[in-house]
């Protein structure tokens, strides 16, 4: 059934546990998620982000993921990740998607406040929910690296009053996390987790969630991590799986299809398993 992120991580922040947002960028990706939370009985958050556009456009990934999600036997949000645009935010929301990432993370406070204030308001009446960003998580390498990533850890006093003012569901936290593969184990600021967790009373989420020791996404949503994101391991499993299915002598795109989607449904439920979601849908 297809819903919007409020009632599902709010549920799972009482219950000390935390939702999957997986990045759905064609069909086969769809399948393994939606399909492997079916088998699981997990809720589930599907989606795409501003930056994975050129492989799919909105418009073309809202066709597959929108009905997929209303005809699913378990609860699937369908959100908009890293949102830049005012423009692409409202694209998404007027396609059918039930929650929009409004990311003005890089802009002076009271800006980045006073934009993503007007998004919630505007998601409000269309019963949508909105997830902003205060700090900044980069990139673990290229153009979005960050020279001293601790430099825009988020300050759990300033998250008290952007939530406070803005009226997010949700608050995505910088701690020690980025974007991509890691290059070296992450070291999480999990006191700072717990701190924001407590002043603010809003599910967080935590971004560049594939690389992530098993011992930080437990400890993270004990803390009060809701929502984790992960695209990069599902996108390497991908790949792996049709080179698997070469290498079985599969002789057409039709037949690695059912590689490639087993190899990422293992990755789902993994994840799934991890974040401690099953049965809880």
């Given at each position: 059934m297809l819903v919007n992120m409020k009632q599902m991580l709010e549920k799972a922040r009482?219950?000390?546990y935390a939702v999957g947002f997986f990045n759905a960028v064609n069909v086969e990706m769809a399948r393994a998620i939606i399909e492997t939370a079916e088998e699981l009985r997990a809720p589930v958050i599907v989606g795409t982000a501003e930056v994975l556009l050129p492989a799919m456009p909105l418009e073309r990934v809202a066709?597959?993921?929108?009905?997929m999600a209303e005809k699913a036997g378990v609860p699937v949000a369908v959100h908009y990740d890293h949102g830049l645009t005012f423009d692409k935010c409202m694209e998404a929301l007027r396609l059918g998607f039930t929650s929009v990432m409004y990311d003005c993370s890089t802009a002076a406070y009271e800006e980045n406040l006073a934009a993503v204030a007007e998004m919630v308001k505007i998601c409000r009446a269309m019963g949508a929910t909105v997830e902003g960003e205060l700090g900044h998580v980069g990139d673990n390498e290229g153009a979005g690296r960050l020279a001293n990533?601790?430099?825009?850890?988020t300050d759990p006093a300033l998250a008290e009053d952007f939530v406070r003012r803005t009226g997010v569901d949700a608050l995505a936290v910088a701690v020690g996390n980025a974007h991509g593969d890691y290059k070296f184990p992450p070291k999480l600021d999990f006191d700072r987790i717990t701190a924001i967790s407590e002043i603010t009373g809003v599910p967080l989420v935590l971004h560049g969630g594939s690389g992530l020791s098993d011992d930080d996404f437990r400890e993270a949503a004990r803390r009060g991590v809701c929502k984790v994101?992960?695209?990069?391991?599902?996108?390497?499993a991908g790949k792996a799986g049709i080179e698997a299915g070469l290498r079985a002598g599969a002789g057409s795109a039709m037949a690695l299809i059912p590689y490639a989607i087993e190899a990422m449904k293992a990755v789902v439920r993994e994840k799934i398993e991890l974040f401690g979601s099953r049965g809880m849908a």
């Open positions: 009482s219950g000390g066709e597959y993921l929108v009905p990533p601790s430099d825009y850890f994101n992960i695209f990069t391991d599902l996108d390497k």
